[in-house]
């Protein structure tokens, strides 16, 4: 079945480090990639999406790509900032007559000074 | 559009009592997720409605949960009778449906089962 794993947390990072957070995906037919973050207190927002082969979505200084050849759609940001310290859920998209969703189980990285 | 809109944002009831949380998707969309999030088990899908219909309720834990969507600009999930176990976040979120793309979240509901 359609599903997605992502690397356990919790990362904890100091300012201006290197972020990587890991995701592959299992998927029938040809889905879409998501990330998304969720604030504390707060629902998930979209962060960045590919919806083909080699599509890289970025956003706010984040990167994805995706991967077929590894099944992957890992995360990546140059400098981590305090801001950045939020929840991080990979997902993917799969349409099979309706549209569904499935959702990794978060990553939760904390920034420091 | 305001985005998805969920009520109430926090409730607290007493175990065994009916609760009902309302769910207001995006204008336009016509996919809708409801969620459940907890420390223990992270995100879970409950039930996902497309075009109003009910497609896949496989994550609804029992039958004391049921959720409708009697038109494309509302949907309701009701827990009867509530216990201390369900209390979590629950989220909706919608999307449209034109094949594989992102769905939109409202900012949940607390609730809270003493």
């Known amino acids: 079945g359609d599903s997605v794993t992502q690397m356990e947390g919790p990362v904890t990072l100091s300012e201006e480090a290197f972020l990587t957070i890991n995701c592959t995906y299992t998927?029938?037919?040809?889905?879409?990639l998501f990330w998304y973050v969720q604030y504390p207190g707060e629902g998930l927002q979209l962060l960045l999406k590919a919806t083909k082969a080699d599509d890289k979505g970025s956003n706010k200084g984040f990167e994805a790509t995706y991967r077929k050849e590894t099944t992957s759609f890992h995360l990546e940001k140059g400098s981590v900032q305090v801001s950045d310290s939020a929840v991080y859920f990979c997902?993917?998209?799969?349409?099979?007559?309706?549209?569904?969703?499935?959702f990794g189980t978060g990553t939760r990285l904390t920034v420091i000074p | 559009d305001a985005g998805v809109i969920q009520s109430p944002r926090h409730e607290v009831t007493e175990m065994g009592q009916e609760v009902t949380l309302r769910c207001k998707p995006i204008?336009?969309?016509?996919?809708l997720f409801w969620y459940r999030q907890t420390m223990m088990r992270g995100l879970e899908l409950l039930i996902y409605?497309?075009?109003?219909?009910?497609?896949?309720d496989s994550g609804m834990p029992e039958d004391r949960f049921s959720a409708k969507m009697p038109n494309a600009s509302f949907s309701t999930l009701k827990i009867q009778p509530s216990e201390p176990r369900d209390s979590a976040v629950y989220f909706c979120?919608?999307?449209?449906?034109?094949?594989?793309?992102?769905?939109?979240f409202g900012q949940g509901t607390r609730l809270t089962v003493v």
């Open positions: 979120a919608s999307s449209l449906d034109r094949g594989r793309t992102e769905a939109f």
């Open positions: 409605f497309n075009n109003n219909v009910p497609i896949d």
């Open positions: 998927a029938t037919g040809y889905p879409s």
């Open positions: 204008s336009g969309h016509n996919s």
């Open positions: 997902a993917l998209s799969v349409f099979t007559g309706a549209n569904n969703l499935f």
